[in-house]
């Protein structure tokens, strides 16, 4: 069901198509969340959505890697605790089995850092960060990586490069201010 604001998400990731640059991202009213594509980021084109029984509600996140989309997006907080990963195949059209992954129901976002796609999410509240490994092999295998208390509102977690091939994170705080915070990933993912 579609109902209140329409959102396009701020995260674009690109393939090549017909020789062209193919800009994607997720996009959402209420309850109906899909992927959409662009050439020019004025006109949009509808994908797909998920074709499998699921509860989403609002922001969705998306990344493309190659021939497949990556997909993560909150459900309903009243019938569940799970967000939910998945990942669909651009050129059979056909989307994966869904991963639950435990969630608040915020916004979540994906990035590629050396090679390895992570999505960032609010796994208990949102007071708190979660980076998940997602295996592109088999995102059955995708492994939890962090789990922090920020005792502070951390939501909405948007993820980018920023310098010396580290990450900034701009987040808000209990919806009156946005953070901004640089940080090396790698301080997190390597033992």
């Not at 899909?34 to 084109?45: A, M, P, Q, V, Y």
């Not at 208990?124 to 295996?135: A, F, L, M, Q, T």
């Not at 962090?146 to 010396?164: E, G, N, R, V, W």
Request: proline content about 3%; charged content about 25%; overall charge negative.
């Amino acid at each position: 069901q579609m109902y209140s604001d329409i959102g396009i998400m701020q995260k674009l990731s690109a393939r090549i198509e017909n020789g062209e640059k193919v800009y994607y991202t997720g996009a959402y009213s209420g309850d109906f969340t899909c992927i959409i594509k662009s050439r020019d980021l004025i006109t949009w084109e509808y994908v797909s959505e998920p074709d499998f029984a699921n509860d989403s509600k609002w922001e969705n996140a998306t990344y493309v890697l190659g021939d497949k989309c990556y997909y993560f997006v909150r459900q309903h907080d009243e019938s569940t605790k799970y967000g939910f990963l998945t990942v669909y195949d651009l050129i059979n059209k056909t989307w994966e089995t869904p991963v639950l992954v435990e969630d608040c129901q915020s916004r979540s976002d994906f990035i590629v850092y050396n090679g390895e796609l992570y999505l960032f999410h609010a796994p208990i509240d949102r007071e708190h960060i979660g980076i998940i490994h997602v295996d592109t092999e088999n995102i059955k295998n995708s492994t939890v990586v962090l789990s922090a208390h920020m005792h502070t509102s951390c939501f909405y977690p948007f993820i980018q490069y920023f310098k010396d091939g580290e990450l900034a994170m701009s987040y808000t705080v209990e919806r009156k201010h946005i953070r901004l915070a640089q940080f090396n990933l790698r301080n997190y993912i390597c033992p």
